[in-house]
């Protein structure tokens, strides 16, 4: 049987392309803002479950060597380290309302690598990316028996928060390194999204986290 239904061929106006188009255009624009809330809010996130995984990374590391990571010399000996860091990449600046001495987060004393410590047995001075120099005779942690490293404790020796900046430590304030009478924190911090710190980080004061920085505590001290 022959069907006489006429088909009509016609393609999409102009005028009806502009108006998909604008719709389409619309909800674009009512949805983006959603988005990127919703895209921030996992980076917060995400820095915060980083911040709480260094941290028991560095509590497994004491609990295995006995010592903080504040060495920097042969032996391995030494506690000179102001901050410990986990990539050169650092934020800089203070934001508004920044705690006393807030910029030392990124700017402060010397530093290390905590891949140093954690991903390479590499405590002393023979700080290298690659780790070359680590694993050194009489120099490192020993691999077996009482006070043994048994790293690695992190999965890569450069960690970035998720806008790019390394996580600090403000490891001066570890037990066997700070001498001073004033309580303080010690934490795994980052930046947070504006990429300036916040957070006080003086002699004279005990820090609290401020702003959009993001952390977690590992000890206090007196």
């Known amino acids: 049987m022959t069907s006489n239904r006429n088909f009509d061929r016609r393609g999409f106006t ?7 188009v604008a719709i389409v255009a619309i909800f674009a624009a009512a949805m983006s803002p959603m988005v990127f809330r919703h895209l921030e809010t996992a980076k917060v996130g995400k820095a915060q479950n980083e911040t709480e995984i260094i941290a028991s990374a560095v509590l497994n590391y004491y609990k295995d060597v006995g010592v903080w990571p504040i060495t920097n010399l042969n032996g391995p000996t ?11 990449n650092l934020a800089t600046g203070t934001g508004t309302g920044a705690g006393s001495g807030a910029a030392n987060w990124g700017t402060y004393g ?25 694993d050194q005779a009489g120099q490192d942690w020993p ?15 450069d960690i970035a928060d998720p806008w790019g900046h390394g996580y600090v430590i403000n490891s001066q304030y570890f037990p066997g390194r700070y001498t001073g009478t004033i309580r303080h924190k ?8 504006n990429g300036t710190w916040e957070t006080g980080f003086t002699d004279a004061a005990s820090e609290d ?14």
């Open 14 to 20: 102009l005028i009806e392309i502009v108006i998909a």
């Open 78 to 88: 030494g506690n000179g380290i102001n901050r410990v860091i986990t990539s050169v």
């Open 110 to 134: 010397t530093t290390k690598n905590l891949g140093d410590y954690l991903y390479f047995n590499n405590p002393d001075n023979d700080t290298s990316i690659t780790g070359a120099g680590a």
């Open 143 to 157: 691999t077996k028996g009482n006070g043994a490293w048994r790293g690695p404790y992190i999965d890569n020796y």
């Open 186 to 193: 010690v934490f795994v911090l980052s930046a947070g999204p």
């Open 209 to 222: 986290i401020l702003g959009d920085d993001i952390g977690t505590l590992i000890t206090i001290i007196n």
